[in-house]
């Protein structure tokens, strides 16, 4: 399932930007125009098979389409492995007939799936175009929002004055991470007279916040200023005699693609981060 949402998450990532119908017209050759046969539009396999070209002309695919797959994959087919050993785990106690019945976090487990496509999907968006769209941030925080409040506990429902509590909380916590883009953005603008980051990034971390808290959103945002700065370097490091230090100085970098990866690390394992730093920082 993994690898047919990364293939239909390709479409979307190829057509949309251009403007097109991510339903019409079938699969075909971007260079070419050919549609393609049933066999060629196999989520991976086909990639591999046809070693990444185009059966007539040839042309080069790219390795987006099979890394966008595996990305999706993988994470889903991780995320299936941790909910099943939850299930063996307190097999037992459901056998024998324990009520209520030994809680399995099912709601969570497609909860972080679709979290994880959406952000492999911005992310790809931002390293190709620069471009957090609208049209998934913020439904995306919307959609975090509600989710945070169906997979509260039973006992709290919708009357119940505390879900409205958290509901508050998750709401501000939207706003204090988009607030820390905005600032920086600031900052950025009063020192270097022109744009450093875009609102786009803000909307990332206001969906990110919906999604994992504010300290989950500044989890994502730690481990996405570490990979943006080690993208620096590395950029910095191969520099050559014609690279001029201008053009190092004005070279854009997606922050939103190290954002969304940091993203998906917080969504997967932050909880045990964030356990682990306050422990060896004494809290």
């Given at each position: 399932m993994g690898l047919a949402f990364g293939s239909f998450l390709n479409v979307c990532l190829t057509r949309w930007p251009a403007g097109e119908s991510i339903v019409k017209p079938r699969s075909h050759c971007r260079n070419c125009g050919r549609t393609l046969a049933w066999w060629e539009n196999v989520p991976l396999v086909s990639w591999l098979a046809l070693r990444g070209r185009c059966r007539t002309c040839r042309v080069w695919i790219g390795w987006r389409y099979v890394i966008v797959e595996l990305a999706v994959g993988s994470i889903w087919a991780y995320l299936t492995w941790r909910l099943l050993g939850a299930y063996i785990l307190n097999l037992p106690s459901i056998q024998s007939g324990q009520f209520p019945p030994v809680y399995i976090p099912a709601g969570e487990t497609l909860d972080v799936m679709f979290l994880t496509w959406l952000l492999i999907g911005l992310a790809v968006l931002d390293?190709?175009?620069?471009?957090?769209?609208?049209?998934?941030?913020?439904?995306?925080?919307?959609?975090?929002?509600?989710?945070?409040?169906?997979?509260?506990?039973?006992?709290?429902?919708?009357?119940?004055?505390?879900?409205?509590?958290?509901?508050?909380?998750?709401?501000?916590?939207?706003?204090?991470?988009?607030?820390?883009?905005?600032?920086?953005?600031?900052?950025?603008?009063?020192?270097?007279?022109?744009?450093?980051?875009?609102?786009?990034?803000?909307?990332?971390?206001?969906?990110?916040?919906?999604?994992?808290?504010?300290?989950?959103?500044?989890l994502s945002?730690?481990?996405?200023?570490?990979?943006?700065?080690?993208?620096?370097?590395?950029?910095?490091?191969?520099?050559?005699?014609?690279?001029?230090?201008?053009?190092?100085?004005?070279?854009?970098?997606?922050?939103?693609?190290?954002?969304?990866?940091?993203?998906?690390?917080?969504s997967l394992w932050g909880q045990p981060i964030i356990v682990a730093y306050l422990q060896w920082a004494g809290f």
């Amino acid at each position: 399932m993994g690898l047919a949402f990364g293939s239909f998450l390709n479409v979307c990532l190829t057509r949309w930007p251009a403007g097109e119908s991510i339903v019409k017209p079938r699969s075909h050759c971007r260079n070419c125009g050919r549609t393609l046969a049933w066999w060629e539009n196999v989520p991976l396999v086909s990639w591999l098979a046809l070693r990444g070209r185009c059966r007539t002309c040839r042309v080069w695919i790219g390795w987006r389409y099979v890394i966008v797959e595996l990305a999706v994959g993988s994470i889903w087919a991780y995320l299936t492995w941790r909910l099943l050993g939850a299930y063996i785990l307190n097999l037992p106690s459901i056998q024998s007939g324990q009520f209520p019945p030994v809680y399995i976090p099912a709601g969570e487990t497609l909860d972080v799936m679709f979290l994880t496509w959406l952000l492999i999907g911005l992310a790809v968006l931002d390293a190709e175009h620069f471009w957090l769209a609208d049209a998934v941030t913020i439904p995306g925080m919307i959609f975090g929002l509600t989710g945070s409040i169906l997979l509260l506990p039973e006992t709290l429902g919708w009357t119940n004055p505390q879900t409205w509590l958290l509901l508050g909380a998750r709401v501000l916590g939207c706003v204090a991470a988009a607030a820390l883009i905005l600032v920086i953005r600031w900052i950025y603008k009063l020192i270097r007279h022109r744009e450093g980051l875009g609102l786009g990034d803000a909307k990332l971390m206001a969906m990110l916040a919906a999604w994992l808290g504010l300290s989950g959103a500044l989890l994502s945002f730690a481990i996405g200023v570490v990979l943006g700065s080690l993208a620096a370097i590395v950029l910095l490091a191969r520099r050559t005699k014609s690279t001029s230090t201008e053009s190092l100085a004005t070279a854009k970098l997606p922050l939103g693609t190290f954002l969304c990866i940091g993203g998906i690390v917080a969504s997967l394992w932050g909880q045990p981060i964030i356990v682990a730093y306050l422990q060896w920082a004494g809290f």
